[in-house]
């Protein structure tokens, strides 16, 4: 039988997914009235002036956000953050990675380099999930990679260069780009796709490359030997069409206004400070919450590793959470199930920048209520 959660328990939104994530009224919108008459977006080609105007305000938008050192480029390319992993095997290792591994994206970039037949086998840094690893220095790698926010659970890390390398850093910053406080200077491709922090589609990657990332790729890519590097995953093939505002392939058209809007929006609100605060905020309620319940509790053991954008709560053995995430979306609170090779009996809740700090505490009480009918 389906719970009645009293209307004023609810959230004014009930969307808390961690990707794809809630969409703002005001990006839908955009879609209606995007581009004009003489320059149209949608439903025209992605060579003509609309649609590369459009990928400017991304990159320039972009570039603003992220303060962008000198000499850093905003790249995008079609295919996500999975196909950016390939893009990163074919054109950034030379010859053998590290990787930080604490969650399911870090083991799924680690995988992609251990099957590509011209590396050798990585080195894997490796902590449970619900901790976090951390890059070590190590004479015998020329790039190392790690997560800066684990999707899958709720661990973020610190982006920092291993101590003494001057080799490349790669940060997967897929759930946490723009609304995580990062120094550029501590990576040199920081990697994301536009449909978590970013309230867009998915499809599209992003990389915020360094001089010393760009330069890489040229050299790999101009090696030869035993190295294909196909077209579609030549970082600097996506470079190249990236400062000429367009991508290599046709782009989804509709995730770019959606992005454009999101990231214009975070500027005018008062940029990467204001988005970080304000997560930290949805944050912040969301495990005092689990601390002040006996029957949850952070996943994430250590208060500095839990992140600020997807907060993993578990719950009681003695509480059903597939039950609790049925009831919430019975009532219109969506998406709040665990990742699912994680396994655990847990909720895990998008605290993006579009989500109100007000929705968060809205949802602690309405699985207060929802515990306490099942109970």
Known sequence: MTLQIPSSLLPSDGRFGAGPSKVRPAQARALLSAGDPAHPVLGTSHRQSGVKDLVHRVRH?????????????????????????????????????????????????????????????????????????????????????????????????????????????????????????????????????????????????????????????AEVEASGGARWVPEFLSLTTALANSRLDQTLNTPAVGTLVMLADQVEWILAQGGLAWSSERCATSAGILYDWAERRAWASPFVSEPAERSTVVGTVDLDEHVDAAAVVGHLRDNGILDVFPYRKLGRNQVRVGMFPAVEPEDVAALTGSIDFVVDQLM
């Open 61 to 217: 938008g972009l570039a603003e956000l992220f303060d962008l050192p000198e000499g850093y480029e905003v790249a995008l390319g079609n295919g996500g953050s999975t196909a950016f992993w390939e893009v990163a095997t074919a054109s950034l290792v030379r010859e053998r990675a590290q990787h930080a591994v604490f969650g399911e994206f870090g083991a799924k970039f680690a995988a992609s380099t251990r099957r590509a037949p011209f590396l050798a086998e990585p080195e894997v840094v490796e902590a449970a999930p619900g901790s976090v690893a951390h890059l070590a220095s190590s004479a015998a790698v020329d790039v190392y990679a790690s997560p800066h926010n684990e999707t899958s659970t709720g661990a973020m890390a610190p982006v920092r260069r291993p101590a003494g390398t001057d080799q490349l850093v790669l940060t997967d910053a897929t759930s946490g780009a723009g609304a995580l406080p990062v120094d550029l200077r501590e990576t040199d491709v920081y990697y994301f796709g536009p449909q978590k922090v970013f309230g867009a589609d998915g499809g599209l990657w992003l990389a915020l490359c360094s001089p010393a990332a760009i330069e890489r790729a």
